[in-house]
């Protein structure tokens, strides 16, 4: 028997609820919150373009959380299918079903109940079409993404990203409960960010991908090849997001704002081609976050200015 004082005796009596709240902590890993933050920056502001104004508090909260619900989800299916490489990239090799912390099967039927939460929530809370878009989103990214795309072709990121730019179409259903050529463009300035993005970060990490047998752009072309396609895929992406001001209605505080941001995600872009390291490719990634932030933060304002709500 365990003694019932002493310090060992204290040691056991906190074992199970450290335990608890380490697996916690794990379950929540799986949703790759650090990804899910930029539902919120894009999710909002469209719903606020969307609505012309300021849409209930109670509307966006529901839509936010559907959408992390989903997103969540998707990166925890993710994380089940990669478990393999992810045990040989040093960047994952702290992830939940690396380390063991949580199971396979725990994982799948975890993430399975966040996907099967998030469309009923919506689809009740919100409306249907938002929550179609959403797990349609989900199905994308593991079927398209995960399980075909990302171990067999260097444009994984290109075509997969598309996942990532459906929340901009869920937020704008979720107030207007249609599609229209304004949430479309909003959708094609998230799928020109997506490669600039991901691929500065994969620069650092391109011996990471080449170990796993990832053939993720950095890890298959030089680094130069790859700041070439940064710079046309920004050069790309600024001009979608003009195109947007007349499409969305929107006014001079954000056209302004667009050839600003542009013009500076440009200058970090042609850094990288210039000098091709990782440190100023970790710039960019860097930058590339801080640039959507204020973007869809400079079209939620120019909406709120103009319509005075």
């Not at 997969?160 to 459906?166: D, L, Q, R």
Request: glycine share 6%; with cysteine.
């Amino acid at each position: 028997m365990y003694p019932r004082s002493g310090p060992y005796a204290r040691r056991v009596t906190l074992s199970l609820p450290v335990r608890r709240r380490s697996r916690s902590a794990a379950f929540v890993a799986l949703t790759k919150p650090r990804i899910i933050e930029l539902l919120l920056i894009t999710t909002v502001p469209t719903m606020i373009v969307a609505d012309q104004g300021v849409p209930s508090v109670w509307l966006m909260i529901a839509t936010v959380a559907g959408g992390t619900l989903a997103a969540g989800g998707a990166n925890a299916i993710n994380m089940y299918i990669d478990r393999d490489i992810d045990a040989l990239m040093e960047r994952t090799r702290s992830r939940p079903l690396v380390t063991g912390e949580i199971q396979p099967t725990e994982a799948l039927v975890f993430a399975i109940g966040l996907e099967i939460a998030a469309f009923a929530w919506l689809s009740l809370v919100v409306n249907l079409l938002s929550a179609v878009l959403a797990v349609a989103a989900t199905l994308f990214y593991v079927f398209v993404y995960s399980l075909w795309l990302k171990r067999r072709s260097t444009s994984n990121i290109v075509i997969g990203g598309a996942a990532g730019a459906v929340p901009v179409l869920v937020g704008w259903a979720a107030v207007r409960n249609e599609l229209d050529w304004a949430p479309l463009v909003l959708f094609a300035i998230i799928f020109c960010w997506t490669p600039p993005h991901f691929w500065a970060l994969a620069i650092k990490y391109r011996d990471d991908y080449a170990a796993a047998g990832v053939p993720m752009l950095p890890a298959v072309v030089s680094t130069r090849s790859t700041a070439v396609r940064i710079v046309a895929y920004t050069v790309v992406l600024w001009a979608t997001t003009l195109v947007l001001q007349p499409v969305a209605g929107l006014g001079l505080l954000y056209l302004v704002s667009a050839l600003v941001l542009g013009a500076a995600f440009l200058f970090h872009a042609l850094r990288v081609l210039r000098a091709p390291t990782a440190a100023h490719a970790m710039t960019l990634f860097t930058f590339s976050i801080t640039y959507i932030t204020l973007l869809f933060g400079a079209m939620a304002l120019d909406q709120v200015i103009r319509t005075g709500a």
